[in-house]
């Protein structure tokens, strides 16, 4: 129950030690770093025992109080969020040191502990908080901070603050909708609301005005514009944390949402049109990342194909069957598509640390040069292209069985046409990564530790389809949808 | 947690334990890498020992691990199981061998044989695999070990063929996944059963189970080279010399072939298939394979690119003896797995060790080179033969019982497919033969290296003696007991539940 309260707490004390005491900020982020991963799986293991947990804070009662709840969706989240967390941690430990001895380079190193711990104690408060208005209030904290993090790089401002006001105005957008539910309901807590929810028009208006600033805030296509060039110009470790877990943070919400308050009301129609939109994802996004000229542009526009994937559960979600495999198969894609990104782009940056820029035509020699990152990048891209036996094809997989179950083969049209435009962007890189060159070391030889972390956490995600029995056992406490069911053979 | 289940598992991981800790061992580290690798590969070889005998006392072999409720990964040890895990197993001792030497001074070799591992792990999973789930598993990761030895030197060319290659198999992939995925969708999770599984199923749509076969062998298709989903076979020729060895005699041609005999016999049951009327459509695709593969083989010069088509034609003769109806063309599909990888590793050794020491790729290069190498030119001559069919060789038997196959199923075109192919694989590979061993050099060999006492280094000249001398003893002790035909024979009659 404990660790409920530390998950958040501790990354919030390690921020301010790490904003008061520059000098000790190193080492107080990497303590709290191993401390949350402990934190984490432990939570996970008593969660994996069978008992969804529940804290009230202060000892206060919902609706009065502030209550937390951790199920099995919560402890994957959690444990994801300390795995990149961690591995993102190690990695900036040679990026950021790199970055101070270097005149050129403004980056500050002296913002990025602060800021990333910050953000980390957000984002667990959002994945254990049982509160509408909270959601409100994490979502709002983990889009400054992740303003202030992209804001690191001084080529990223202009970037940046279009990443804040598209980020204001989604939350704008959700907090009308939290006062329109506050208005009907009288309460924001989400296991009152579902309890009390009618099909009305004020309760559409609330669904429609919430869901619209979390797709916002996931970058779901058309709504993605902001993405790609915060993402890509952000310093590495914070491009891992924005594509690995911030958006993945706002689809959270969503899920829990529609899930939750909002699952009387959802018509299917709402659910089509949000799979139209994802499925425009995964093409528009594949083809802009096939065409980018720049490695991190890249890794970010495939962010946006790969948030299509999880928006092709809404519309199968509507049968029960097929809505429960597709809803482990969409909870599976984003934890191996952040752990899997989270990898890319750290990758990435060790690239363009070497290499001092990162245009994919140019990339000849990182294979002589960065064989470990070369290989981490040739990992992380297996599980973005959904190729066994990683992350991305057990939760791809899943999703096609839900599509051909109920019957929806065009959403499996999708899924694989999207899965041959993966490998398409993600070869063009590798071949020009594996061609040889005549020349010199590299100028920047990228400290071990940055190559080692880029390789764990994409080794993580193949792990999470070789390993995956138990996880989907946790992620199965407390499900809403039921226990994962696949078709039997009829005997 | 018996022998039973670990053997599946052991064998699975005496060559991906070592491919993976040779990715990280240092270039220089040349002899602990040559120890790892054939280490590896003799402790493989004794394992495929311990699963013959146990197989044919009757254990049941059976690795099941669950990724998930109702997704399981199996690996089990059936009799068309083991044909080709031996297979795989025995050839990749000897393209190790071979590779060693090949690659003496090259840069990567660390890569290069992390890689090889992966890809001969890769293909062991397939052999064994126990449903499509896992097959498709262990295809899909085939196609990723195999890219990076395709594109190993880097070249321009490499990096084309490789291109093309990824391609065709990458599509190929997706709709082999769609097929499988499919399959579970609507009938549930399906272990791989001896006769077939589909066909006591009444309650499934024939329509559907007639697209999801157009499916899988179109996506297994890809890899067998079926005409015309062939293109990427003679691109991938840039690679080096053993990994086309390995590549055309059992990696990923024949795992394309061995999915296709899978899904006819172990998914869809041979029986059913030809209720669908869908094993005439197969038989016709083949027989085109067949004929327009040694077509093209006729007109090329490049000795690697002749190979090329010469198997886009010689693996189709698996998917035809699986095509016609009835256990005796079986028997000659499915012996010709074995056969022909004898056969066609020898002749791809042998092309890599004329590259290697005198320097010569063309056909028209090769005036009198049986009397600078008479051992190499010497297998070389025994596979060309075998492709050809004389007896008493390998791919004579093959022919022989595709034939009588025809005849009994009253298939008699057949018949005349058989015939026009020998006669086209004597007219591409008998010139050579003659070549090699009746004319004389002229000039200077383009680029001639000498190594001492034997012809070419010892580790390139052993490997194609010792398969050139199988392909023929497999031929000439075919009906003795635990042949590989006896062993087709097996399989064959419990397909047909005999």
């Known amino acids: ?203 559409w208006m609330a ?59 959802a018509a299917d129609l709402a659910g089509q049109l949000i799979g139209i939109l994802g499925a425009a994802a995964i093409i528009w996004g594949s083809v802009q990342a096939f065409m980018a000229p720049r490695l991190k542009l890249v890794v970010a526009y495939s962010t946006v194909a790969q948030i299509g994937y999880l928006f092709l559960w809404f519309p199968l979600a509507g049968s029960s069957i097929a809505g429960s495999i597709a809803w482990y198969g969409v909870v599976w894609l984003a934890l191996s598509h952040g752990l899997a990104k989270a990898g890319l782009f750290l990758a990435a940056g060790n690239i363009l640390h070497a290499s001092g820029h990162d245009r994919v035509t140019d990339l000849a020699g ?126 | 947690m018996t022998v039973g289940f670990w053997l599946p598992l052991a064998i699975l991981l005496s060559s991906l334990l070592p491919g993976i800790l040779i990715f990280f061992l240092d270039e220089s580290k040349h002899r602990l890498r040559t120890i790892l690798n054939l280490g590896g590969a003799s402790l493989k070889l004794v394992l495929i020992g311990l699963l013959i005998w146990g197989v044919f006392n009757e254990i049941e072999y059976e690795t099941r691990l669950t990724l998930a409720p109702g997704m399981d990964l ?20 000897v393209t190790t061998l071979y590779a060693i030497g090949y690659l003496e001074d090259a840069p990567h070799r660390s890569r290069f044989f992390g890689f090889f591992s992966l890809c001969v792990s890769a293909t062991i999973g397939i052999a064994m695999a126990g449903n499509m789930l896992t097959f498709l598993f262990f295809y899909e990761l085939l196609t990723l070990s195999t890219y990076p030895l395709v594109v190993h030197r880097g070249t321009p060319e490499a990096l084309r063929g490789g291109r093309i290659y990824l391609t065709y198999t990458i599509i190929g992939g997706a709709a082999l996944l769609a097929g499988v995925a499919w399959l579970r969708a609507v009938a549930g999770p399906l272990d791989f059963t001896e006769t077939g599984i589909l066909a006591s199923r009444t309650d499934l749509d024939r329509t559907t189970l007639t697209a999801i076969f157009a499916l899988l062998i179109g996506g297994l298709g890809v890899k067998a080279a079926l005409v015309p989903l062939h293109g990427w076979l003679p691109q991938a020729m840039i690679a080096p010399a053993p990994v086309s060895a390995l590549l055309h005699a059992v990696a990923v041609v024949k795992a394309g072939a061995f999915g296709i005999v899978r899904v006819v016999y172990d998914v869809y049951g041979v029986e059913f298939t030809a209720e669908l009327n869908l094993l005439l459509p197969l038989a016709v695709i083949a027989s085109i394979t067949i004929v327009y593969g040694s077509v093209r083989a006729l007109f090329q010069d490049e000795l690697k690119k002749r190979l090329a088509y010469s198997t886009v034609s010689q693996v189709s003769y698996i998917a035809l003896g699986t095509a016609i109806l009835g256990p005796i063309a079986s028997i000659g599909g499915i012996v010709h797995l074995v056969h022909q990888g004898l056969m066609k590793i020898t002749l791809f050794f042998c092309a890599g060790n004329y590259a290697e020491t005198l320097g010569i790729h063309h056909i028209s290069e090769m005036r009198g080179v049986g009397h600078r190498m008479p051992w190499t030119t010497l297998a070389f001559t025994l596979g060309a033969l075998g492709m050809i069919g004389v007896p008493p060789m390998a791919g004579f038997i093959s022919k022989w019982y595709l034939g009588r196959g025809a005849l009994t199923a009253e298939m008699d075109w057949v018949l005349w497919v058989l015939v026009a192919s020998s006669l086209l694989n004597a007219a591409y590979f008998l010139p050579i033969v003659y070549k090699a061993w009746f004319h004389r050099q002229e000039g200077e060999w383009p680029q001639e290296r000498h190594f001492g006492r034997f012809e070419t280094h010892w580790m390139l000249l052993l490997p194609p003696v010792i398969t050139g001398i199988l392909a023929l003893l497999v031929g000439l002790f075919a009906a003795a007991p635990y042949s590989a035909l006896e062993w087709a024979r097996l399989i064959a009659f419990r397909e047909y539940g005999q």
């Open chain 1, 207 to 265: 669904m429609a005005l919430m869901t619209a600033g979390l797709l916002l805030k996931t970058a779901l296509f058309p709504l993605h514009f902001w993405l790609p060039p915060a993402h890509a110009n952000a310093p590495a470790p914070v491009s891992a944390i924005l594509s690995a877990l911030v958006v993945k943070a706002a689809f959270y919400a969503l899920l829990r949402l529609w899930l939750g308050p909002f699952e009387p009301l």
């Open chain 2, 74 to 93: 199996v690996l089990h040890a059936d009799a068309l199981s083991v044909l080709f895990v031996t297979l795989s197993t025995g050839l990749w001792f």
């Open chain 1, 1 to 203: 129950m404990s660790q409920m309260a530390a998950l958040v707490l501790m990354p919030l004390f390690g921020a301010f030690i790490a904003f008061v005491l520059p000098r000790y900020a190193r080492i107080t982020g990497i303590t709290v770093a191993f401390i949350q991963l402990g934190l984490a799986l432990s939570l996970a293991t008593t969660i994996y025992a069978g008992e969804t947990l529940r804290l009230s804070a202060a000892g206060w009662d919902p609706p009065l109080g502030i209550g937390l709840y951790a199920d099995g969706l919560t402890a994957l989240f959690l444990c994801l969020t300390s795995v990149v967390g961690l591995g993102t941690s190690l990695h900036a430990i040679g990026y950021f040191k790199f970055d101070r001895n270097d005149s050129n380079h403004n980056t500050s190193a002296h913002g990025w502990w602060p800021l990333w711990l910050a953000l980390w104690a957000a984002l667990n408060a959002l994945f254990l908080t049982e509160d509408a208005f909270n959601l409100y209030v994490t979502l709002e904290l983990i889009g400054l901070a992740a303003v202030a993090l992209v804001a690191l790089e001084a080529h990223a401002v202009a970037a940046a603050t279009r990443y804040l006001l598209v980020g204001l105005l989604g939350s704008m957008f959700y907090l009308l909708g939290v006062g329109l539910l506050y208005a009907l309901h009288g309460t924001v807590d989400m296991k009152a609301l579902s309890a009390g929810m009618q099909p009305e028009p004020a309760a």
């Open chain 1, 366 to 491: 990182v294979g002589q040069h960065l064989p470990i990152t070369l290989f981490a990048v040739g990992i992380a891209c297996a599980s973005i292209m959904g190729l066994p036996p990683s992350g991305g094809f057990v939760g791809k997989w899943l999703l096609l069985n839900a599509a051909f179950v109920s019957g929806q083969w065009w959403w499996a049209v999708v899924m694989l046409l999207g899965g041959i435009m993966a490998a398409a962007y993600s070869f063009r890189v590798l071949l020009h990564a594996f061609r040889n060159k005549e020349s010199q070391l590299p100028q920047h030889r990228p400290h071990p530790v940055m190559e080692w972390s880029a390789l764990a956490l994409a080794v993580c995600a193949v792990l999470l389809g070789i390993l995956s029995a138990q996880p989907l056992a946790l992620l199965e406490v407390g499900a809403s949808v039921g226990e994962l069911a696949l078709t039997e053979a009829p005997k």
